[in-house]
Each structure stands twice: as C-alpha cells, then as structure tokens.
C-alpha cells in the first residue's frame, strides 16, 4: 500500500478584530440577514423540545443519517453539509425527524443551537485541509461543541488521517471518555473506503468536561 503523506494542522489564522470566526461560509453573521430568517426558523423548530439530538456534520451522500434517523426515530436528525449538490439531493429523502441542512457547522455550532441542546456530535472522517480558512477542527469550533452539548452529550470522531487524529486528541484533551453513540450498520463513503482497503481507522469519543469544582 503507497505511503500516505503526513498531515499537519495548518497554522491558525489570526483572530478577527470583531471576535467572529474567520473562514466560515457566508460568514457569521449570514443567519442575522432577513433572506437566511426562514431558514433559522426551520432550525429553530427542528431543535426545540427535548426529544434527543444528533448532529452529523458532513454528511455527503447522507446515506448514514438517513438510515440513523430511519432507525432511531425517537431522535431528531441534524445534518450539516457546505455541499449544496449533495443538499439537495439527499434532503428529499430525509423522514420528519431528520433536517439535512446546507450550512456551515462552525456557525451553526458557535451561534445557533441552543446551549446544551445536543446529545451526540458526529464528525465522520472530516477533510485533512492544508487550508486554514477550512480547517473544521479549531479551538473556536471545540468551544461552540462544548456550548451545544447537553451535560452527558458526546461527541465522536473519526478519521484514517493519523495526525488528524492527534490534532483532534489535542483540542478534545481532558475530555473524559464517554460511550459511543448510536451506531447503525450503515458506513459512511470513506468509512466503507477504509474497509474496502484495510486502512487504520482512528476513533475518539468525549463528553464534555464538568465545569471547575465538580
Ligand atoms: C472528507 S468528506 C467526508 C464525508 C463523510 N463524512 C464520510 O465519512 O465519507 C468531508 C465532508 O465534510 C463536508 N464539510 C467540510 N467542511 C464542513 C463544514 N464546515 N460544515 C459542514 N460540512 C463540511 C464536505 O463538504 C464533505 O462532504
């Protein structure tokens, strides 16, 4: 099997002098204007209430969400993509309790769910980028991940990039281990990839850190 090139977490951009995250599509304030209201209303419903909820972020084909929300009906669904082709095409097919969204997870999860909202976070095999501007995993976004989170949330990752692994262990450090979360037979496109040709899958799953003092 030909050598795979090692991956090293680009060097972070320089903070925005308004505080927003930089990069992100559409920017952080997309969701203030009149045209996205419609949208984040749909959101809002989608998440009110206390029914459990998942959140796939870069869902793809969307097969696995599909057949997760398909299977666990008693949860809601949250699928988020920056694909809009692949939005488009999977969005038909979602049940009631499934939302295939194109979005952005970093805004979506720094500015738009409800804090302690979410039950378990999917990060399935995200893009090994050299980009900076498109890298998911940053400190901002971990942070945004541990506001969604509800008390015994989880989340989980997964990649077959070794040093995307690592970049995640660091930011999820003191994280303590959790149990995984619903796992359908299901696999995503690069998890089937990595079983058809027999390579490493690196997994880590964390609940969030109880505050100081407990
Ligand atoms: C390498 S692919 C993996 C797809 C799928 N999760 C799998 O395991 O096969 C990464 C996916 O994440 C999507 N993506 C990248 N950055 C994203 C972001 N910030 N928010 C939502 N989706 C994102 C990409 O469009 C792409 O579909």
């Avoid at 099997?1 to 927003?20: C, F, Q, T, V």
């Avoid at 029914?51 to 097969?63: K, Q, R, S, W, Y």
């Avoid at 509800?150 to 990752?157: E, I, L, R, S, W």
């Avoid at 995640?168 to 690069?190: E, I, K, Q």
Wanted: net charge positive.
């Amino acid at each position: 099997m030909p050598e795979r090139p090692e991956w090293k977490a680009p060097a972070p951009l320089p903070p925005a002098p308004d505080g927003k995250l930089r990069g992100v599509l559409g920017g952080t304030a997309l969701y203030d204007q009149p045209r996205h209201a419609e949208a984040r209303a749909r959101l809002d419903a989608f998440v009110a209430g206390e029914t459990p909820l998942a959140v796939e972020i870069g869902f793809d084909h969307g097969m696995r969400i599909l057949d997760h929300a398909r299977r666990w009906p008693d949860i809601q669904w949250l699928g988020l993509e920056i694909r809009k082709r692949r939005v488009a095409a999977a969005a038909p097919h979602a049940p009631p309790n499934c939302l295939l969204w194109r979005a952005d997870a970093r805004t979506i999860f720094t500015q738009l769910l409800p804090p302690g909202r979410v039950s378990w976070v999917y990060i399935l095999f995200p893009t090994p980028t050299e980009n900076p501007r498109h890298l998911l995993l940053t400190p901002p976004f971990v942070a945004g991940v541990e506001r969604s989170l509800a008390p015994d949330g989880a989340v989980y990752h997964a990649t077959d990039v070794q040093g995307l692994h690592e970049h995640a262990a660091g930011l999820f450090a003191g994280w303590p281990d959790a149990p995984m979360p619903p796992m359908g037979p299901v696999l995503s496109r690069r998890e089937r990839v990595c079983a058809r040709d027999g390579l490493p899958i690196y997994r880590l799953c964390r609940k969030r850190p109880l505050p100081e003092g407990e």
